[in-house]
Nanobody, 115 residues
Framework: QVQLVESGGGLVQPGGSLRLSCLASGRSFNTNRMGWYRQAPGKERELVATITGSGILNYAYSVKGRFTISRDNTKNTVDLQMNSLKPEDTAVYYC?????????WGQGTQVTVSS
């Protein structure tokens, strides 16, 4: 059974940093696209960043230059380093793994940016 478990969320002041981590279990996802999405209250879920199995990166315009996505295929993990955080980054962040036959989601981790 596939499970995605996120960790690393929390409360941080504007300008601060957080690192999110997602551990995928149940099978290997070395060749699959992994990524992070977020959903703020009253808004739709949106893409934050993705990374393919070959390392191709994609970022939302709003986070370019501030967030960095990375993966470790030996550990089946995908991380999101978030720097220069802004109040508008406040949301529940979800880990995602996309395969041809399924789209897997974690349970989400809350990130709150506030002074």
């Amino acid at each position: 059974q596939v499970q995605l478990v996120e960790s690393g969320g929390g409360l941080v002041q504007p300008g601060g940093s957080l690192r999110l981590s997602c551990l995928a279990s149940g099978r290997s996802f070395n060749t699959n696209r992994m990524g992070w999405y977020r959903q703020a209250p009253g808004k739709e879920r949106e893409l934050v960043a993705t990374i393919t199995g070959s390392g191709i990166l994609n970022y939302a315009y709003s986070v370019k230059g501030r967030f960095t996505i990375s993966r470790d295929n030996t550990k089946n993990t995908v991380d999101l380093q978030m720097n220069s955080l802004k109040p508008e980054d406040t949301a529940v962040y979800y880990c995602n793994v996309y395969t041809i036959v399924n789209n897997y989601w974690g349970q989400g981790t809350q990130v709150t940016v506030s002074s």
